[in-house]
């Protein structure tokens, strides 16, 4: 189970395991400090997206996690579990992102895969190739 986290990417050995720890903050710049406070996920769904393309749609996506437990929720802590199975996908870069349905049905893009914002999953060969 190991992975790596550089800058915005995900770097991960194709059908490797991964608990990936998240944990969600609110910055207020409107003050002068700007304020920092946990984003409360309670009720809350995180959906994980990755993608071949950017510009592909959802339903082609190659992983697509919903996340309805989190492990501090008050606290704004979830973790992303990435399964052999989700990451036995072909060696690559695929854009992601991570979006957040409250308990009030707002959806927040919280983090976007596109051409100006790195957000990319990283998937290496495997010396033994997959882990069927």
Known sequence: MAYEIDGNDIIIKMADTALIPFEFIIE??????????PLNLEGATIYFTA???VS????KAVIKK????HDNAA??????????????IPPGKYPFDIKI???DE???TVM????????????????????D
Not at 28 to 37: H, L, N, R, W, Y
Not at 114 to 130: C, M, N, P, Q
């Open 28 to 37: 207020d710049e409107t003050v002068c400090p700007a304020t920092e406070e």
């Open 51 to 53: 993608k071949k393309y």
């Open 56 to 59: 592909d749609s959802y339903d």
């Open 66 to 69: 919903e996340i309805t437990q």
């Open 75 to 88: 606290n704004g802590q979830t973790t992303i579990s990435l399964t052999k199975t989700d990451t036995n």
């Open 101 to 103: 349905k409250t308990s």
């Open 106 to 108: 707002d959806e927040d």
């Open 112 to 131: 976007l895969a596109d051409y100006a914002r790195s957000g990319y999953l990283h998937i290496k060969e495997s010396a033994t190739g997959t882990h």
